[in-house]
């Protein structure tokens, strides 16, 4: 019995993965205004505010054909751990210390909405 119910959770919590909330998507855009935009840019295309005096630019997070070659493990490292962590410049910072695992997950939810679901430009 408690066997079956483990089970069900875990299918659920894939299924989750799988297909992730527009919720969640939502979840994600309001941490990116917020934390990555200024950088990013509002668009995501790489273009903040900040880039005129960064070496190395951001990631524009709309280019699928690169974006495609990242698993969402790597980006979610990328956030977590900066992007040392991922071989990438320093200038990419970790927000271990401001975002949970959850909102991580948010964001890289959002990313893909970005590069990959959302109608392309
Ligand atoms: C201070 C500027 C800055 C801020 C703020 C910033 N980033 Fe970045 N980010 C960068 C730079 C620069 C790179 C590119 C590093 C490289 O290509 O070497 C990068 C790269 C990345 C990558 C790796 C992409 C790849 O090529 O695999 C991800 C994912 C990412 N950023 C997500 C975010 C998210 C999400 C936020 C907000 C929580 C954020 N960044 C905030 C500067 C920033």
């Not at 890289?108 to 430009?121: A, F, G």
Request: net charge neutral.
């Amino acid at each position: 019995m408690i066997r079956k119910i483990i089970i069900s959770m875990s299918l659920l919590a894939a299924i989750q993965t799988a297909y992730a909330s527009e919720d969640e998507i939502e979840a994600g855009k309001i941490l990116y205004r917020t934390y990555c935009t200024q950088c990013h840019g509002i668009e995501g295309d790489g273009y903040g505010i900040n880039v005129a005096d960064m070496e190395v630019l951001p990631r524009d997070h709309t280019d699928r054909k690169e974006m495609m070659t990242r698993t969402d493990k790597d980006l979610f490292k990328a956030i977590k751990h900066g992007g040392k962590s991922v071989d990438k410049s320093v200038l990419m910072p970790n927000w271990d210390g401001n975002l949970s695992d959850d909102q991580i997950s948010a964001l890289v939810q959002y990313l893909r909405s970005l590069c990959c679901t959302q109608k392309q430009k």
